[in-house]
C-alpha cells in the first residue's frame, strides 16, 4: 500500500475545508446557506478587510506560517479555519480507508480501479454526509440551528445509500448492511434493507419530535428532528438507536460536567446537534466493536 494517493486526497480534502469555512463565516441565519451573492466575493480578513492573496488561501499552511494571525492587521484568526480544513482532509483520506477496511476491498485505491462505480459513488456519497455533519456541528455551535439545505443534502445520500446496499447487497461481505454488523439481527424487527432504513427514519422522526413537543422546543428545535430522521434513513435500524443512545449518553455526561464547572446552568441552550453527530460518527466506525465490548462486559 502506498500512501501518495491518501496524501493526496487529505491536501483535496483540506482545499474543500477550505470552501466549507467559507459557506459557515458567510452564513446568517435569516438568509440562505447557498447564496451566490454572499458567497461571492474574494475572501478577506474579517477584522481589517485585507483581501487575501493566493499564498494566504493556502489550507492549513498560511494559518501555521502567519502564526493564525492575519499578515495586515496581525488580529488573531479563528481557530476553525485550521479545525476545520483538517477534519476535511481527513475526511476524505480516511473514510475511503475505513470502508475498504469494512467492506474487505482491497486498500490500493489508485491502483484497483477494477473495483465497481457503485462502489466509489458509495463512497463518495458517505464523505458528503460526513463533511454536511461537520459544517452542521459548526453552524449549530455558532448559530443554534441547522440548515434545511444540509438536511435535504443528507436525505438525497440516505436514499442514494439505502438503494445502493439494496442493489448490490449480494456483493457486499456479509452483513456490511448495518454498522453494528451480525449484531443487527439481534436487534432487528423486520428483515429487509428498505423496511430497516424506513425504520430508522420514522425512529428519528417519532423519537425527536416527541421529545419537542414534550419540551415546547425550548431543548430541541425542528432542524435537531430532521437531522434524527435522516441520519435513521442513512444508517437504518438498529444502528439508528445505538446512535442515539450514545449521543444522550454523551449528551448527559457533557451536561453534569458542564454544570459542575459552572460553565452552564440546566436552563441554558445547549445546541444538541455535535453530540447527535458524535454518536452518529461513532456508530459508523465503532458500532460494531461497542456491542462486543458490551456483552463481553456482562461476559455474554
Ligand atoms: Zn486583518
Given at each position: 500500500m502506498t500512501a501518495l494517493p491518501y496524501f493526496l486526497l487529505f491536501v483535496f480534502g483540506t482545499a474543500i475545508g477550505s470552501f466549507l469555512n467559507v459557506l459557515i463565516f458567510r452564513?446568517?441565519?435569516?438568509?440562505?446557506?447557498?447564496?451566490a451573492k454572499r458567497l461571492g466575493g474574494r475572501s478577506h480578513c474579517?477584522?481589517?478587510?485585507h483581501v487575501l492573496g493566493a499564498l494566504e488561501l493556502v489550507p492549513l499552511l498560511s494559518y501555521a506560517i502567519q502564526w493564525g494571525k492575519?499578515?495586515?492587521?496581525?488580529h488573531r484568526l479563528s481557530a476553525q479555519y485550521p479545525a476545520v480544513e483538517f477534519i476535511s482532509g481527513a475526511i476524505f483520506a480516511g473514510l475511503p480507508l475505513f470502508f475498504n477496511s469494512f467492506y474487505a476491498k482491497s486498500s490500493i485505491l489508485f491502483a484497483a480501479f477494477s473495483l465497481p462505480a457503485w462502489y466509489y459513488i458509495l463512497v463518495l456519497v458517505w464523505i458528503t454526509v460526513f463533511l454536511v455533519w461537520l459544517t452542521i456541528v459548526v453552524i449549530d455551535l455558532r448559530h443554534y440551528v441547522i440548515p434545511n439545505a444540509l438536511n435535504a443534502i443528507l436525505l438525497v445520500c440516505g436514499a442514494i445509500v439505502m438503494f445502493i446496499t439494496l442493489r448490490y447487497d449480494s456483493l457486499l461481505?456479509?452483513?456490511?448492511?448495518?454498522?453494528l454488523k451480525q449484531y443487527q439481527l439481534i436487534f432487528s424487527p423486520v428483515s429487509g434493507i428498505i423496511a430497516n432504513h424506513l425504520l430508522g427514519l420514522i425512529f428519528g422522526l417519532v423519537l425527536f419530535g416527541a421529545l419537542v413537543l414534550l419540551s415546547r422546543g425550548r431543548g430541541m428545535g425542528l432542524g435537531d428532528v430532521k437531522l434524527a430522521a435522516v441520519a435513521g434513513l442513512l444508517l437504518g435500524w438498529p444502528d439508528i438507536v445505538l446512535a442515539t443512545m450514545l449521543s444522550f449518553i454523551l449528551g448527559g455526561v457533557l451536561s453534569v460536567i458542564l454544570v459542575l464547572f459552572r460553565?452552564?446552568?440546566?436552563r441554558d441552550k445547549v445546541p444538541f446537534a455535535p453530540l447527535m453527530v458524535l454518536g452518529f460518527v461513532l456508530t459508523v466506525f465503532f458500532g460494531a466493536a461497542l456491542i462486543t465490548g458490551y456483552f463481553h462486559l456482562f461476559s455474554l
Open positions: 452564513y446568517a441565519p435569516e438568509g440562505r446557506l447557498f447564496d474579517p477584522y481589517c478587510g492575519c499578515r495586515k492587521c496581525g461481505f456479509p452483513f456490511r448492511d448495518s454498522f460553565k452552564k446552568t440546566m
